[in-house]
């Protein structure tokens, strides 16, 4: 099962993000919300944004793993969503505001998903 070293890898990032926002908890000192502090918003937001890309991700990454023996697709699908996840926590990570990282790891993530969904769509593909 190749999605499974993405969706590892994924969760290792995961657990990274969250204890960003642990990190800015305990220094802001707010244990629920973000009390206004924009440094924990921001590690919030990073972590919410990762929820609610990654996971969709991963389950279109492993339908085109069942529906197609092409170990090399998967790889590739697989190493773009995680560096793009890891691109975008880095860059919104940084600032609020427009940085590359940002940039690059939405539209990778969003390149990832509609290669994906398109290969489910209107792809050729059979179960093995």
């Excluded at 990274?16 to 924009?38: E, H, N, Y």
Aim: proline content about 2%; glycine content about 12%; overall charge positive.
């Amino acid at each position: 099962m190749r999605t499974g070293l993405y969706a590892g890898l994924c969760g290792l990032l995961f657990i990274w993000l969250s204890w960003l926002v642990i990190k800015q908890r305990q220094r802001a000192k707010v244990g629920l919300g973000d009390g206004g502090d924009p440094d924990l918003q921001r590690a919030i937001r990073v972590h919410a944004n990762f929820i609610e890309y990654t996971p969709f991700a991963l389950l279109l990454l492993l339908l085109v793993e069942m529906t197609t023996a092409n170990a090399l697709v998967v790889h590739a699908f697989g190493i773009a969503l995680v560096v793009s996840r890891a691109l975008h926590a880095q860059g919104l990570g940084a600032t609020a505001g427009y940085s590359r990282g940002r940039y690059l790891g939405t539209l990778g993530t969003w390149v990832v998903i509609t290669g994906l969904a398109l290969l489910l769509v209107v792809g050729k593909m059979t179960i093995p």
